[in-house]
């Protein structure tokens, strides 16, 4: 299978050290990114046999890997690399059909040591489940207890996260919500949506579902895309100027004619993407897919060469 043919629901294989796992599904190939398990130097293939580097598909990598580059961002990535650690505890605990997935991965690859705040959050976590009271030796049956005892974790759980969600967020999504400026679609789908001529100035719709979408002429500086999947996308005489696409999904879309001054398009896939007279200065390329599938060179900005 070449590249061309992947869809959504690819499955992909794992070489490292020239041990072959899977196939998993493209979410396992970013839990594993996410936690340290598998780095984007590591090879992955659709089928067997063709082998390229994670960091050649950049819709496989999470957005936090890639921000881990400031104080900031190196927060982000570790309370993903937290929350995704409680995921699995619950899937564990669930007999989710995952499970075997991931022992397969215990048994055959070490895994990576993991921060000390995590550790500390563990730690922290089994001393006070090691403080709770016995149910049986107390009053009240252990019914309440029980439920006391449940209450105060996820209280705290509650607390301990809310704590480190970053300040700068401002509300949550609202997919219901009418096109605006700044109107927050993250994670929103709006596949096949039409929204020619829209001001979407400052929007935020990272990872969201835009396959497609006909965004011509639309107002979109400034806005976030960040790992958008704009395939087959009309963004023919879109004002993009400024614009945050890290990662996003642009294969086959329609950008000629485009304002993409200033825009961020790092680890972005262009592939069959149509730029004709598209306005490309200051756009930052570095590790795309340039549109007849070659990666641009680190630091390449305003076109796919070397700066």
């Known amino acids: 299978m070449e590249p061309s043919t992947e869809t959504e629901h690819t499955l992909w294989y794992m070489r490292r050290d020239g041990h072959v796992r899977g196939?998993?599904?493209?979410?396992?190939?970013s839990r594993y990114l996410l936690l340290g398990r598998l780095t984007l130097e590591?090879?992955?293939?659709?089928?067997?046999?063709?082998?390229?580097?994670?960091?050649?598909?950049?819709?496989?990598?999470?957005?936090?890997?890639?921000?881990?580059?400031?104080?900031e961002g190196r927060e982000r990535l570790l309370q993903a690399r937290m929350r995704e650690d409680e995921r699995l505890r619950e899937r564990r605990a669930a007999g989710s059909a995952q499970e075997a997935i991931?022992?397969?991965?215990?048994?055959?690859?070490?895994?990576?040591?993991?921060?000390?705040?995590?550790?500390?959050?563990?730690?922290?976590?089994?001393?006070?489940?090691?403080?709770?009271?016995?149910?049986?030796?107390?009053?009240?049956?252990?019914r309440l207890w029980t439920g006391l005892a449940l209450l105060l974790t996820l209280t705290l759980g509650?607390?301990?996260?809310?704590?480190?969600?970053?300040?700068?967020?401002?509300?949550?999504?609202?997919?219901?919500?009418?096109?605006?400026?700044?109107?927050?679609?993250?994670?929103?789908?709006?596949?096949?949506?039409?929204?020619?001529g829209a001001d979407l100035t400052g929007a935020r719709m990272s990872n969201a579902d835009l396959l497609g979408v006909r965004l011509g002429e639309a107002r979109l500086s400034g806005a976030d895309l960040s790992y958008a999947d704009l395939q087959r996308a009309d963004l023919?005489?879109?004002?993009?100027?400024?614009?945050?696409?890290?990662?996003?999904?642009?294969?086959?879309?329609?950008?000629?004619?485009?304002?993409?001054t200033g825009a961020d398009l790092g680890y972005a896939d262009l592939r069959g993407a149509d730029?004709?007279?598209?306005?490309?200065?200051?756009?930052?390329?570095?590790h795309a897919l340039w549109t007849d599938g070659r990666p641009c060179p680190e630091g390449a900005v305003g076109g796919c060469t070397a700066p």
């Not at 219901?176 to 400026?181: E, K, V, W």
């Not at 730029?275 to 570095?286: K, P």
């Open 275 to 286: 730029l004709t007279g598209a306005e490309l200065e200051g756009v930052r390329l570095g």
């Open 158 to 196: 509650a607390l301990f996260f809310w704590g480190l969600e970053p300040a700068s967020q401002t509300g949550r999504p609202d997919c219901t919500a009418r096109a605006a400026p700044g109107v927050n679609w993250d994670y929103c789908r709006k596949a096949g949506a039409d929204l020619s």
């Open 236 to 260: 023919s005489g879109a004002d993009l100027s400024g614009a945050r696409m890290v990662g996003a999904v642009l294969r086959d879309a329609d950008l000629s004619g485009a304002r993409l």
């Open 102 to 142: 991931f022992r397969d991965q215990r048994q055959g690859d070490r895994r990576r040591p993991e921060p000390p705040q995590i550790l500390q959050h563990r730690r922290q976590r089994a001393e006070l489940l090691s403080r709770m009271p016995d149910a049986r030796r107390l009053p009240g049956g252990a």
């Open 23 to 29: 196939p998993y599904p493209a979410g396992v190939v």
């Open 42 to 71: 590591d090879e992955i293939s659709p089928d067997g046999q063709h082998w390229h580097p994670v960091e050649t598909h950049p819709h496989l990598i999470p957005r936090e890997l890639l921000e881990a580059d400031t104080p």
